[in-house]
């Protein structure tokens, strides 16, 4: 597959960093903003295709999602998983495709919904597993959430998916993908 173009024309430095870092190692080429031979065009909130075409509004914290699944070249995948964890400060998401981890979000309880149905909106799929952790102290705002978005979910015991290697600090990611893989072997 050839490389895909992407022409960036971004003003806020954190995007830009965040958007630049993200391209890099995917099947992609950064082009210059005069460059009118584009696959795809990004500004501080929207993505367009070649030929200008609205394809995507986003929020800071989805758009590596959606660079991941451009450069990548992925529009269709057999199996998406989620897993969800929460604690008191935040809710971890993490999205495997195919059994590859290809994003995780740290989002408010309540926008937990809102944040799987864009990037659901992303791909097309086979088989969907969306799993959320049985304990923790906002439940009831995360269920409560997906179910305003039509959203199944599989609540999966947590027994055991928050023993991360030692010294990471990253404890609720790895439970999120245990939660994933859990509730798709349900």
Do not use: Q
Not at 78 to 96: A, H, K, P, R, W
């Amino acid at each position: 597959m050839d490389k895909r173009k992407i022409k960036v024309e971004i003003k806020d430095p954190w995007l830009l960093k965040t958007i630049l870092s993200s391209l890099r190692g995917l099947n992609v080429m950064i082009v210059g903003p005069m460059d009118l031979d584009y696959d795809f065009f990004i500004t501080d909130y929207y993505i367009f295709n070649r030929n200008d075409n609205l394809i995507y509004r986003y929020k800071k914290e989805e758009v590596v999602s959606y660079l991941n699944l451009l450069g990548l070249g992925l529009n269709h995948v057999n199996e998406v998983l989620i897993g969800i964890d929460s604690n008191l400060n935040e809710t971890v998401l993490v999205f495997i495709l195919d059994g590859r981890i290809y994003n995780t979000i740290k989002c408010n309880p309540e926008d937990t919904g809102h944040y799987i149905v864009k990037f659901l909106e992303m791909i097309k799929y086979e088989r969907l597993s969306i799993g959320i952790g049985n304990k923790g102290p906002n439940l009831d705002k995360i269920m409560n959430s997906l179910e305003k978005f039509g959203l199944n979910y599989i609540l999966v015991n947590e027994w055991g998916t928050s023993k991360a290697p030692k010294g990471r600090k990253d404890i609720d990611l790895h439970a999120a993908v245990k939660i994933a893989f859990k509730a798709s072997s349900i």
